[in-house]
């Protein structure tokens, strides 16, 4: 599976930004799609993830209510609607999928395919 992130960029505090994940390959094989992020001297940690088939969501509580992650089968891709951003967004943000069944929140090592990071700025 090949995932292409897109749709980073610098915006203030309050704002709104989207991102895109587009796959391709192998992605029958695909159990869920991640996303995470990864700040400066911090460790990638867990954002959302979308069940590939049933499109059944989960949340960080960092961002629950404020992020939507969804899904657009017919084209293979993954989009994070992000809402009320604030500087501790501020990260680069990977998609990731996986092809089997995780219980609890899913952690970077559970990850069999990595896209490229895509920067996200929040100014204060």
């Known amino acids: 599976v090949q995932l292409q992130a897109s749709g980073g960029g610098l915006v203030q505090a309050g704002g709104s930004l989207g991102l895109s994940c587009a796959a391709s390959?192998?992605?029958?094989?695909?159990?869920?799609i991640d996303w995470f992020r990864q700040a400066p001297g911090k460790e990638r940690e867990f954002v959302a993830a979308?069940?590939?088939?049933?499109?059944?969501?989960r949340y960080a509580d960092s961002v629950k209510g404020r992020f939507t992650i969804s899904r657009d089968n017919a084209k293979n891709t993954i989009y994070l609607q992000m809402n009320s951003l604030n500087p501790e967004d501020t990260a680069v943000y990977y998609c990731?999928?996986?092809?089997?069944?995780?219980?609890?929140?899913?952690?970077?090592?559970?990850?069999?395919?990595w896209g490229q990071g895509t920067q996200v700025t929040v100014s204060s």
């Open positions: 990731a999928a996986t092809t089997k069944f995780r219980l609890g929140t899913p952690r970077p090592n559970s990850v069999d395919y």
């Open positions: 390959g192998r992605t029958f094989s695909t159990y869920a």
């Open positions: 979308i069940n590939w088939s049933t499109g059944s969501t």
